[in-house]
């Protein structure tokens, strides 16, 4: 052990012998009274804790500052929880004051330790949060939030102007939690400062609540198409269901179609069938299996499918909702083209309908891709006048000749005729359409037609399924799962063609729900990231106004312990009182117990210049250089590692935890280091701001350096704050040097194991 080395620690034996000295018992008087000489409680809030560790104590003095802010913001909270709110406003008013609470547990972070002591193996420490600087840090956080506020409040109303509503619900969706929290923290404001936080613009809460609520209340689903179809039990409906999602909004004229809104649609017994989005047209296309879910068939339900809506929202959904049914049948369904023409080869439109609501009404479907055919032609064979009680009428008899075709050869299986009458008191054209009203098909007439096909209608369906089951399984394999379900819903016919179709369709459904699920929760996973982001960022923004705040202080702290004249104290008194809450006998008492540690801290740094080949500062270059504009140079000198943990957090630059076991050289780190100074390094030169403060590191990889807090590990020989940035150390007994590079100059940071 050199000389100098035991100079040092006699001079530090006979400090810890006289500040024992001026204390009864070796507790500071100053803990047992929970006041501080020029410390003033009407600016401040107080709070003293006492542990075997300095963080313990740290912490017993958070906890009753926490306490004094719970009291006196209870009569903001009493008030708030007074007003009269609709039951949607009661959510918000709910999450405001739990989110106050939550607040008030993160204002530990404004707390400064403005006096210490370790007694007897007990630290000792009188914290204060300055109301005025607790009021300016939440100023700048408001402002963060505030202007995130309205960047999204622009976007959710450009996006309703231009009809894209569902880009708007999901923007105002968002905006809750910053909403939530920029109120809660805005209550806090309020309860401290000497005028409530003003906001720019009109959006409130309540704004928020019923912009969202009408355009949620405007949205409509209706079926298109595909209801009322027949299956067997287990199999899929020949035809996907379509539903239209579209806005009825008093900003519009017409209806509006709304693209990309995600949807759920289960069976009516709760069961999922599938999640998806709208097109670009506002249509969804789904493809149903029959399963039974009442006595003759079934029903789906579809309705909007919004993650992250609080569920106060849900009530304004009830009319965005839509159902389809669907039959249960003992035989594979059959599909049908429908074309009906008269002698001159002309479509008969209205024929054509009637007789498909015939053939729908018996089981059978009609559509464009059906492998048979009904192929109509409707001749006049009787055309007369008859004297009837009333006169002269007109009866004409017509007669519909109905062919059942396969469209794949064109060759005609089946056939069957049916005749209609019409009379008419007006004249034959009248006759005509009455007469081609009474034509119909019954389910008779089909079943005769089936019949008669039948050995041939069951090659061609067992062969038509065998290539949509090839089919399906090609696009199956190539990743194109909406499409492949299309051909595996035309497989109907060999036992186990069908099952295996079925089979597939349910693996493609799951793969299909798995995505969009996947989809999903990967859009709320990024979301949650930002918000997370912006949330960070506006408390980095307190933490920053905190720092720059502590440092301004220091040097006006510095300049009056530099024996500045009594009238230029008074003056800058006058303007820290009015900037910071600091009147003259608090900065004379903060001048003070600068003194003190100024005295202390010198007489360790002078024996490191003395000692300083010992550190070998050759090895140690620092990797980076905390680049800081001339405004934010004291702040980066002051609180070095606080600086570079918020710097390295705003430019998302903070790594994953390590996860690994401590090394013995991560171990040797461990614990409370006080700041004592920094050495230039070519000019040996001293720099004491921001000394005294404690810089804990603790074995759970975690930091607190001032009001700033971080994660850190070891690479080499370099400290890296939040996994990030690598700061150069040598740990030497109990003295840590960390080497850093501030604007191109080198310093030697010098802590002391408290």
Not at 188 to 193: G, H, R
Request: proline fraction near 3%.
């Amino acid at each position: 052990m050199s000389d100098h080395y035991s100079y040092r620690k006699t001079r530090f034996l006979l400090f810890v012998f006289i500040s024992v000295s001026l204390y009864s018992g070796g507790i500071p008087k100053w803990y047992t009274s929970g006041e501080l000489k020029g410390f003033s409680s009407t600016k401040n809030l107080f709070g003293t804790g006492a542990g075997d560790t300095y963080s313990k104590a740290m912490s017993q003095a958070q906890i009753q500052i926490i306490g004094q802010i719970q009291v006196d913001i209870s009569s903001e909270l009493i008030m708030f929880n007074q007003e009269n709110y609709d039951g949607s406003e009661s959510y918000y008013k709910s999450e405001i004051s739990q989110k106050i609470k939550s607040s008030v547990q993160q204002s530990i972070k404004g707390v400064e330790v403005v006096k210490k002591s370790k007694e007897n193996n007990t630290h000792y420490v009188f914290a204060v949060l300055n109301k005025k600087r607790y009021v300016n840090s939440l100023k700048s956080e408001l402002d963060q939030l505030w202007s995130k506020i309205s960047i999204l409040v622009t976007d959710a109303q450009s996006f309703t102007q231009n009809g894209n509503i569902f880009s708007s619900i999901d923007v105002y969706t968002e905006l809750e939690p910053y909403m939530t929290t920029f109120y809660s923290k805005k209550s806090i404001y309020n309860t401290f400062s000497d005028f409530p936080y003003a906001v720019h613009g009109e959006f409130s809460i309540e704004k928020m609540l019923q912009e969202t609520k009408t355009l949620l209340s405007s949205i409509r689903i209706s079926i298109q198409s595909g209801g009322k179809q027949s299956a067997l039990a287990g199999g899929p409906l020949p035809n996907p269901i379509t539903f239209n999602i579209f806005l009825k909004h008093s900003l519009f004229n017409n209806e509006i179609p709304v693209p990309g809104l995600p949807v759920i649609i289960k069976y009516d017994d709760g069961t999922i069938v599938e999640k998806t989005r709208s097109d670009e047209s506002g249509i969804v296309y789904c493809y149903v299996i029959a399963n039974p879910t009442g006595p003759k068939g079934g029903k789906i339900v579809i309705s909007p499918n919004l993650a992250g809506l609080p569920p106060l929202y849900k009530q304004y959904l009830k009319t965005a909702e839509a159902f389809a049914t669907y039959k249960i049948v003992d035989s594979p369904p059959i599909a049908f083209t429908l074309t009906v023409v008269d002698e001159k080869g002309d479509r008969l439109n209205k024929v054509e309908d009637k007789l498909t609501k015939s053939i729908e009404k018996v089981g059978y479907s009609v559509g464009p891709d059906a492998e048979l055919a009904l192929e109509g032609n409707v001749t006049i064979i009787d055309e007369k006048e008859v004297e009837g009680i009333s006169g002269l009428q007109y009866l004409v008899t017509a007669e519909l000749d109905m062919f059942m075709v396969v469209k794949m050869n064109g060759e005609k299986i089946a056939s069957f005729d049916a005749k209609g009458k019409g009379l008419s008191k007006k004249n034959l054209k009248d006759a005509n359409k009455k007469a081609f009203q009474k034509l119909k098909l019954s389910k008779k007439n089909l079943a005769g037609m089936l019949a008669e096909a039948e050995e041939e209608l069951k090659r061609i369906f067992t062969k038509k399924s065998s290539e949509k089951l090839r089919e399906g399984k090609a696009l199956y394999a190539q990743d194109k799962l909406k499409e492949a379900i299309v051909p595996l819903t035309k497989v109907t016919h060999d036992e186990g063609q069908f099952e295996e179709a079925i089979r597939l369709i349910g693996e493609i459904k799951a793969e299909i729900n798995r995505i969009e699920a996947e989809r999903v929760a990967r859009i709320e996973e990024e979301k949650r990231k930002i918000r997370e982001q912006e949330m960070a960022l506006a408390q980095l923004a307190a933490e920053t106004e905190r720092a720059r705040q502590l440092a301004e202080l220091e040097i006006a702290t510095t300049m009056a312990a530099a024996h500045v004249s009594s009238a230029q104290i008074s003056a800058d008194a006058n303007v820290l009182v009015a900037q910071y809450g600091v009147d003259e006998a608090e900065l004379n008492a903060r001048v003070a117990e600068l003194e003190t540690r100024t005295e202390e801290s010198k007489i360790t740094i002078d024996q490191i210049k003395k000692n300083i080949e010992q550190y070998k500062l050759e090895k140690f270059e620092p990797q980076e250089s905390i680049i800081v504009a001339e405004t934010e140079l004291d702040v980066a000198k002051a609180n070095t590692i606080g600086f570079v943990a918020r710097r390295v957090e705003k430019e998302h630059r903070t790594k994953e935890p390590v996860l690994t076991s401590l090394s013995p050289k991560e171990k040797a780190i461990v614990g409370d280091w006080r700041y004592l100074g920094m050495i230039e390094n070519n000019s040996r030169k001293e720099d004491y701001s921001g000394i005294g403060t404690i810089f804990s590191i603790a074995d759970d990889r975690t930091f607190t350096d001032e009001s700033t807090t971080g994660s850190w590990s070891v690479e080499n020989d370099n400290f890296l704050v939040n996994n990030s940035f690598q700061i150069p150390f040598v740990v030497n007994i109990n003295i840590l040097v960390m080497f850093v590079d501030i604007t191109g100059v080198h310093y030697l940071r010098i802590y002391e194991q408290y």
